[in-house]
Structure formats: structure tokens, C-alpha cells
């Protein structure tokens, strides 16, 4: 028997099938509907009530109890059901695909199934089979094939119609699936099952003649990538052990042991490249499918999504790749989360799940092989090696020390590390078109850039304005930061190539405290230490995280340096004491809640790897606990009249024009003040001359100090305050 040249011509053969079902049915109908047919589906005879009150219960009215089949129908109906599977079978031994044989393996459906689909999607061939359904319905209005139909034609006894409600439950294949609809007249709500009426799916009927573009429904939340974007000269860094299990794996997965892959470690782009190495091996897709924008849903409708995606994925051979799942929160979404996870029962044979975050055995569903892969990320020495790898493409003005300090600083992947620098070629073909030469300056912005931006949700970004100069403390101080910028400087290589990273198992990151008056250039160190390293400062609002609701204060503890791990940004808490404060006695409830919000936040500075700076006013209110992990503390003293002097005459703008006669050392010995005060002064200074001469005068020093003594609460005499500096005015401005 010759086979059929495509998947077309197999589904005509099958609708031809179904038209001969429903000329007999139409057929029989006309034999017992009796001759005056002017007003059939708007009026009912009462001949027919009385038909219909001594018919016997399952049967429809226009059906006899043993229908007998033509013979001539009968016969042709046999031919054409064996024409049909020899070329079926000869079409599947030349390897001719026939999509409606493929979605009755995909979704395991049985005949029955495979004649719902024909007889819903008729409709969509031609409009004709619309009138045809209301005839046989008894009812102009009823255009769409209705489960009572539905078993009249493949189901025509009571005992056939019972048995095959099974294949319109939620959990069969064309509910499950989504492959067929079932509606319900608006006119009549909460009809009975037979009162309803299906509809073929949409993306179906598109797939059975032969189209191939996703679902337009699922198209804002996924897409198909081809195994073959991942470049097979750019593996990644894996050991043996780690790749022949991932390949061992994906070649074993199967319909019948669905296995999830659970990738954590490295950097979302490299799970996904890891995803498609497996898929290479396996000669398939691979459909990506964004968790992060499907949660926004309501639990309906991430269910109906998940299940679009997942049927997209077999329709079109491919593995899924579910990211962003550190949306699915186990604890704050806990309904969506197992939606998530149950689906995966049902899903494909091979799917990846890129989250970092343990999944608890309980939750995993029977039936699949779940299993968490750790892909590490590339060590110090080995992002050095990629920078160099792929600035070399490109022309540059780099040192091998400052690629090396990239290397340390920013703890990218490979593919972020070549996204980075195309943002570096960026921006410097941006500022010299004509010799587009990336520099460092152009690679730390482009790393900054790169580094996670979700961490400006949860906290205040400062923008790096001083340098060295600004600040003004005694010299051990400024040793002791400039020590702390060392301690990230040669981090991988102390705790990499030195081996240290052996001897600890927690506590690599860098925690420091700042301690001092207010005033007194804490938050200006900050400042200077990311300007000096090329990180982003962030710093933390304490009205944000500290909540009177138990628990939430964990929460965004949590949010906050689950963010700042990917972040590459140092994370500072200003006024520290309010969350850091000493541990009391247990007195109460509300006492035993903030001492585990204090112990939760202790566990958290010691797992985390980045740099956490402490500032309070009160170092004896900070815990004790605390200080014993910390890796530096340094004093930020009230400035002696020394240091007063230094701040006086460094706070100053070099555009800024100031009379030369201006005493600065007199004001220094005079007022015993911090450099945010002094700050503050030279500010008000200045506005009070640009409103007068034009040039900062000892008097307006004079009226600014005595506004700051005010603001400050200070009380102000005559004797104390105004009259040395009407003399001292006076001699200025001579």
C-alpha cells in the first residue's frame, strides 16, 4: 500500500472517515424524525414529548435501540479504516511524519480520543459541519459538537457513552492536555456533562495542519533555542565526574523516568549553556520557559500556563529549561511552588530547574528522577584566563594587574564575562568612534553594569564622590582602610592559591566595623573603599527590613543578601546597632523574636562571601557576637583641633573664592566639631556669600557656625560665641 506523502493527507483520510460516521447518523436521524421538518430545533411536537417519555434512559431520541449499519456504508467504512492504517503504517516504515499519529503517542491517547479531536476540529475545516451539528442537535443555535453528540456518533450505547465520561475528566489526556476545550452555553450555567459542548484547541488544529510557531499564548513567557547556539569550542569548567553524569543522565531520560535536572552554582547564561550541551547530545531543543514573569499570576492561571508550556515542549521534541524558579518561594508561595513541582510529573522527558535553593524529598513528586547538579563557578585563576581569553579579540589599554583585579572583584562567568566586556567595547566605541580602545575605567563601568541591578529595589545606591583626600583621620586609621581594600585585593589569592579557603568553612566574605560619633567620616570611608575597588555602595534603609511582624524581619534579611551574593556590590547598614544591638534576657516573646532576628542575621554575615561594613554611633551596643566575627573594626575618634584643621582647610571646593585673610586655624581651636559639621558650615558659608559679595568673608562663617550651633541644640551666648568673632571679623575683613 502505497503511503501517504504527508501528515495532510493522513488527516483528510481520517475526516473522510469521520464523514461517513456522520452520514449515517444523519441518515438514521431522517428515518426517525419523521417528514415535516419546517420548524425541527424551534418547536417540540407533542408526539415527540410522548417518543420521548417511553424511550429507555441513555438513548437519544433519534437513535433506535439496535442501529443497524447499511450495508453498502458499512462496507465502505471497513475498506476505508484498512486503507487508512496500511498507509498509516507504511507512511511511519518510510519515516513520513504524521502529526496526528504523533499527538495520539505524545499525549497516550486512545481511538476514541483521536475521534473527539477529528469531530471537533471538522469545523475548522469546513463551516458546513456547523449547520450538520445542529441538525443532528436538534437545535439551529448549537454549532459546536456537545458531549451528548459526542457519544451519539462514537459512543451509542448506554454502557459505551458511561465508559467513555472517563475520557472527558479533568485528569484524562484532552482535559489534561488542553488539547480539546469544553465550553458552556452562558445561556444555561452549570449545565449537565451532555449539555456541554468542545472545542478543539487552537495550537492543535495549527500543529495537525502543519504549522510550527509557539503557542501566541505561552509566547511572552517562553521560547525555543536551537542545542546548536552553544559554541562546542567553549565548554564549560566541569570535572569529569560532574560532565558524564549530566550527559549519563540526559541520555537515560525518558517518558517513562522523567528526570529533572536541578542546576545550581554558576550563572543563570551558563545553566542555560550547560542545558543545551545535554540537549546537543540528545538532537533536541531546548524551550526556555521564565518562571520569574509567569508568578505574577494567579495560581489558575500559572497552572494553565505551566501546562501550555509543557505540551509546546512535546509538540515540538524539546527539553524545558524552567528559569528564574527563586520566584516560586517553598515558604511564601507554598500553593504555587506545588503546582510547579507536581507538573513536572507530567512534563517532558528531560527538564532543567535553575534554582539555587534545596528542595525537600517531600515535595518532589513519585514517578521522577530529581536530582541537583552543582556547576561551579570559575575560580579566581580561571576568570582571569577567560578575560584574557576575550579581551584579546579586542584592542585595549590594560595592565595584566588591573584584568587581574577584575578577576578578583567581580566573580563572573564566563558568559558574563564575555556579555561585559561587549558592553565595554560599547561604551568606548561610544566615547572615541574613531579609536575605540577599552580601557579599565570602560571595563569596571560595563562590570557594574553587569552586576545584579535588583539589589536598587531593596536598597539605596551611593554614588562614589571622594578619594583619599577628602577624608581626614589619623594615620593608623587610614592604614587600617586601606588594609581593608588589600583584603579583597588578594582575597583569591590568600583564600584560592594560599589555601586557606581549606582551613574555613564559613566566614570568606569581609565584615567590618565602623564605629564613632556621627560626623566623624564613616559613611565617607564607605564611600571611598567602593571608589577604590570599583564596586557599587549600597546602602541598607533600616525602615525597610526591621518589621514588628514576626518573621519579616528574616525575610527581607533574606531578600537583601540573597540579592547582594550575585550583586558584587558592598553592602552598608548605617546606624548598625538597631539590627546588630546586644542580645537581652529573655523576658518576654517579643524578646525571644529579636534575639533570632539577631542570631538569623549573625548566620547570614558568616555564610555570606561579599563585604558587609557595620556603622554605629555606640560600639558598646553593638553584640558581642558580632564583634568576635568580625575581620576589622576601626575607631573613627572625634577629631582633635589637629585634624579640625586639616578638615577646615580641605572642605573646601578649588573654584570656590574665599577671602585670603579667612582664619581657619582660630575656628578649628575654637569649636569643637566633627567634619559633617564643619561640612555643613563651609555649605551654608557659601550660600550666604553667593547672597552677598560673592566671596566667602569671616562673617558669613560666622552667622553659618552660629545657624549649625543652632541646629544642633547647642545653646549660644554673646560671651561665648558672637563677640570673639566680631573682633576676628573685623580683622579679616581689613
Known amino acids: 500500500m502505497q503511503a501517504y506523502p504527508d501528515s495532510l493527507s493522513h488527516l483528510l483520510a481520517e475526516m473522510e472517515r469521520i464523514d461517513l460516521l456522520l452520514r449515517f447518523q444523519i441518515a438514521h436521524q431522517r428515518e426517525l424524525s419523521g417528514e415535516d421538518e419546517q420548524f425541527r430545533g424551534l418547536y417540540i411536537y407533542e408526539q415527540e414529548v410522548d417518543a420521548l417519555l417511553r424511550k429507555p434512559i441513555g438513548l437519544p431520541q433519534w437513535l433506535s435501540p439496535e442501529p443497524a449499519w447499511p450495508e453498502d456504508l458499512a462496507s465502505e467504512l471497513g475498506m476505508l479504516q484498512h486503507r487508512i492504517e496500511q498507509c498509516r503504517q507504511a507512511s511511519l516504515q518510510q519515516g513520513i511524519e504524521l502529526r496526528l499519529e504523533r499527538v495520539r503517542q505524545l499525549f497516550e491517547l486512545d481511538p476514541f480520543d483521536i475521534d473527539v ?19 443532528l442537535q436538534d437545535d439551529v443555535s448549537k454549532k459546536r459538537p456537545g458531549v451528548g453528540l459526542i457519544f451519539n456518533l462514537l459512543a451509542p450505547s448506554l454502557e459505551q457513552s458511561i465508559a467513555a465520561r472517563r475520557n472527558l475528566q479533568p485528569e484524562s489526556p484532552l482535559l ?85 535536572l536541578q542546576l545550581q552554582g554558576a550563572g543563570a547564561p551558563d545553566k542555560l549553556r550547560m542545558a543545551q550541551a545535554s540537549c546537543r547530545y540528545r538532537n533536541q531543543r531546548l524551550l526556555v520557559a521564565d518562571l520569574e514573569r509567569l508568578a505574577v499570576e494567579s495560581d489558575i492561571e500559572f497552572n494553565r500556563m505551566i501546562v501550555l508550556i509543557r505540551r509546546e515542549a512535546r509538540l515540538g521534541d524539546a527539553a524545558l529549561f524552567w528559569k528564574g524558579a527563586h520566584s516560586l518561594n517553598a515558604d511564601q508561595r507554598r500553593s504555587t511552588f506545588l503546582i510547579f513541582m507536581e507538573s513536572l510529573k507530567h512534563g517532558c522527558p528531560l527538564s532543567f530547574v535553575d534554582s539555587e535553593a534545596g528542595v525537600n524529598p517531600a515535595d518532589v513528586p ?132 594560599w589555601g586557606f579557603d581549606r582551613k574555613l568553612a564559613m566566614g570568606k566574605g569581609l565584615c567590618v566595623l565602623f564605629a564613632g560619633p556621627s560626623g566623624t567620616g564613616k559613611t565617607m570611608a564607605a564611600d571611598i573603599i567602593a571608589g577604590e575597588l570599583g564596586l557599587d555602595l549600597y546602602k541598607i534603609d533600616l525602615s525597610t527590613v526591621v ?11 533574606s531578600r537583601i543578601f540573597d540579592e547582594a551574593e550575585t550583586s558584587n556590590a558592598i553592602l552598608f547598614f548605617d546606624e548598625a546597632d538597631a539590627l546588630f544591638g546586644k542580645r537581652s534576657e529573655v523576658k518576654d516573646s517579643h524578646d525571644r523574636y529579636a534575639n533570632i532576628e539577631t542570631g538569623y542575621l549573625l548566620q547570614r554575615m558568616e555564610e555570606h562571601e561579599g563585604i558587609v561594613i557595620l556603622a554605629s554611633n555606640f560600639r558598646k551596643n ?29 572642605v573646601w571646593p578649588a573654584a570656590t573664592p574665599r577671602n585670603p585673610g579667612l582664619d581657619l586655624k582660630f575656628l578649628a581651636r575654637r569649636f569643637q566639631i566633627t567634619g559633617g ?4 558650615i563651609a ?43 566680631k573682633e576676628l571679623a573685623a580683622i579679616g575683613e581689613t
Not at 205 to 226: K, W
Not at 249 to 260: G, I, N, Q
Not at 466 to 480: A, G, K
Not at 694 to 715: D, F, I, S
Request: hydrophobic share 40%; glycine share 4%; net charge negative.
Open 117 to 135: 479531536l477529528l469531530v471537533c476540529m471538522a469545523v475548522e475545516f469546513d463551516l458546513r459541519y456547523e449547520k450538520l451539528y445542529a441538525y
Open 176 to 260: 489534561r492536555f488542553h488539547l480539546v476545550e469544553m465550553l458552556e452555553d452562558p445561556a444555561q450555567p452549570r449545565p449537565p456533562l451532555l449539555s456541554k459542548y468542545l472545542k478543539t484547541d487552537d495550537r492543535i488544529v495549527q500543529y495537525l495542519l502543519g504549522a510550527n510557531g509557539i503557542d501566541e499564548r505561552i509566547r511572552p513567557f517562553a521560547e525555543f533555542m536551537d542545542s546548536g547556539d552553544a559554541a562546542e569550542d567553549d565548554p564549560l569548567e566541569l570535572n569529569e565526574e560532574t560532565r558524564q553524569g549530566m550527559m549519563s543522565f540526559a541520555a537515560a531520560a525518558s517518558e517513562s523516568h522523567p528526570l529533572v
Open 547 to 557: 518589621s514588628k511582624y514576626i518573621g519579616e524581619t528574616e525575610k527581607n534579611l
Open 366 to 497: 513519585l514517578g521522577i528522577i530529581y536530582h541537583a547538579v552543582v556547576l561551579p563557578r570559575p575560580g579566581f585563576i580561571q576568570r582571569g584566563q577567560i578575560w584574557r581569553s576575550v579581551l584579546a579579540a579586542y584592542e585595549t589599554d590594560t595592565s595584566p594587574h588591573g584584568i587581574d583585579e577584575l578577576a578578583v572583584k567581580f566573580k563572573f562567568s564566563r558568559s558574563e564575562i564575555r556579555s561585559t566586556v561587549e558592553t565595554a567595547a560599547n561604551l568606548a566605541r561610544w566615547r572615541n568612534p574613531d579609536r575605540p580602545r577599552i580601557t579599565l575605567n570602560e571595563l569596571y563601568e560595563a562590570c557594574r553594569l553587569h552586576s545584579n541591578q535588583k539589589l536598587s529595589a531593596l536598597a539605596h545606591k551611593i554614588v562614589s564622590r571622594y578619594s583619599w583626600n577628602d577624608i581626614v583621620l589619623p594615620r593608623d586609621r587610614t592604614e587600617q582602610l586601606r588594609e581593608i581594600c588589600n583584603h579583597v585585593k588578594y582575597r583569591d589569592r590568600v583564600y584560592g592559591d
Open 683 to 725: 555649605l551654608s558659608a557659601a550660600f550666604l556669600a553667593a547672597d552677598d559679595t560673592g566671596v566667602v568673608e569671616m562673617r558669613h562663617l560666622v552667622r553659618a557656625t552660629q545657624r549649625e550651633y543652632q541646629k544642633m541644640g547647642k545653646l549660644v551666648s554673646e560671651s561665648d560665641f558672637v563677640a570673639p568673632f
Open 677 to 680: 559639621n564643619i561640612r555643613n
Open 622 to 650: 553593638m553584640d558581642e557576637a558580632f564583634v568576635r566575627r568580625l575581620h576589622f573594626t576601626v575607631e573613627f575618634p572625634f577629631p582633635a583641633e589637629e585634624d579640625r584643621s586639616r578638615i577646615w582647610e580641605s
